[in-house]
């Protein structure tokens, strides 16, 4: 097996980031010609991203968002209306890195020199959904941290101004957790898949037996 | 008593002249300040956009951008649909560059699935990029233009007296 080129250095960010965070730095995952995926505790978020920025040389803040790794509790869009729900395991995994909460934050960062991006994932308390804001770090954090206030309802202390970015200010719940209802669907159900249509030209315009 | 001289006088008083207009005009800028009101609905946006300035004479010393009238959440949306009916919602997010959207989702996809295209597939796509990349230049210089002129015509409507000789150019170009 020949080694990716990449591979080392990113082996040597996450050492490096361990480093300095210690056991604050959780989980790791390094894809080799890849992104880095680190999952640090809540309570080190705002070092781990001031040691990013300023220890690494990680300059470009590239987004921050959060995960809810509930799945739907209203079934999926594949789903046949008509029948009842089809028995699904539903076991919360979080996906790179691990984790043991249900909401997850996430930011990326990279490197405009190195050219390597780094995620960092944190657990968040699902009572308290709150972490140290990083807009002292990465000022363009701001927005992207007001989204998620309102969409995921993750408190960031310290950030002057959580009003909602899109939603109407007397809007009640966090739209993007798994368990806010859309409401369209609520009303309306979804016929399901009903809309492929078979191609055109095929001979068999009949609803065949699937294959 | 010669003719350069009377002629140094008139470019003299015309000098004065101007600069006392002026001097009128830059009186005439120096305002309370006011808070103007910029869209949503604006024929200067693609989309709906509000922007609460606050105006000194000319200059905007303040101004908050407030988004989200068009926000439909289409993360939302997604978690109710299958990946080829999310194509549909993910090449509405900027309609200039629809396919430049669509193609990022249809490659997570694919990575999520394991699959990857067949060589065909990917030329496809590769001269799709280009075609929408073209149309998209092309159409925001038009926009540009348009833009442009829409943003000068409705200053002209906050200050009707002092903006209404520039807007004519602006609006004429």
Redesign the interface.
């Known amino acids: 097996m020949a080694e990716i080129p990449g591979d080392t250095r990113r082996d040597r960010i996450v050492d490096d980031l361990r480093g300095h965070l210690g056991a604050s730095l959780v989980d790791s995952l390094v894809k080799p010609g890849d992104d880095v995926w680190v999952r640090v505790e809540a309570s080190a978020w705002r070092r781990a991203g001031e040691i990013l920025r300023h220890e690494m040389g990680f300059d470009y803040f590239c987004f921050l968002s959060a995960i809810d790794w509930l799945p739907s509790p209203y079934g999926k869009g594949e789903d046949d209306p008509t029948e009842p729900p089809p028995e699904r395991d539903d076991t919360i995994r979080q996906g790179y890195a691990g984790g043991q909460t249900r909401l997850q934050l996430l930011a990326r960062v990279v490197s405009s020199t190195d050219h390597i991006g780094v995620n960092v994932k944190c657990d968040v308390a699902d009572a308290d959904p709150s972490v140290e804001s990083w807009i002292p770090v990465y000022a363009g954090a701001n927005w992207h941290e007001r989204e998620t206030h309102e969409m995921f309802g993750i408190g960031f202390t310290g950030h002057p101004d959580l009003r909602n970015m899109y939603l109407p200010t007397e809007f009640e719940g966090h739209p993007l957790r798994k368990d806010f209802p859309l409401l369209a669907r609520m009303v309306k159900p979804w016929p399901g898949i009903v809309d492929v249509e078979p191609l055109p030209g095929g001979g068999d315009d009949e609803e065949g037996e699937g294959e | 008593m010669t003719s350069t001289e009377s002629l140094l006088d008139r470019r003299q008083m015309a000098y004065i002249a101007a600069q006392a207009s002026d001097a009128r005009v830059n009186v005439e800028l120096e305002t309370e300040g006011m808070t103007l009101n910029i869209g949503p609905q604006h024929p200067a946006t693609h989309g709906t956009l509000r922007i609460i300035a606050r105006l000194d004479g000319e200059q905007v010393v303040w101004a908050e951008p407030s988004?989200?009238y068009m926000?439909r959440?289409y993360?939302?949306?997604t978690?109710?649909?299958?990946y080829?009916?999310v194509t549909a919602l993910i090449n509405r997010i900027d309609w200039l560059g629809s396919f430049a959207n669509e193609v990022p989702f249809i490659l997570a996809a694919e990575k999520l699935m394991g699959i990857e295209a067949p060589p065909r597939a990917q030329w496809i796509r590769t001269i799709l990029f280009e075609l929408s990349r073209i149309a998209n230049v092309s159409s925001r210089r038009c926009s540009w233009r348009s833009a442009i002129v829409s943003t000068s015509s409705t200053s002209s409507k906050a200050r009707p007296v002092v903006a209404s000789t520039r807007t004519s150019t602006a609006s004429v170009d």
Do not use: F, I
């Open positions: 988004c989200g926000h959440g993360e939302k949306l978690e109710v649909r299958t080829p009916q």
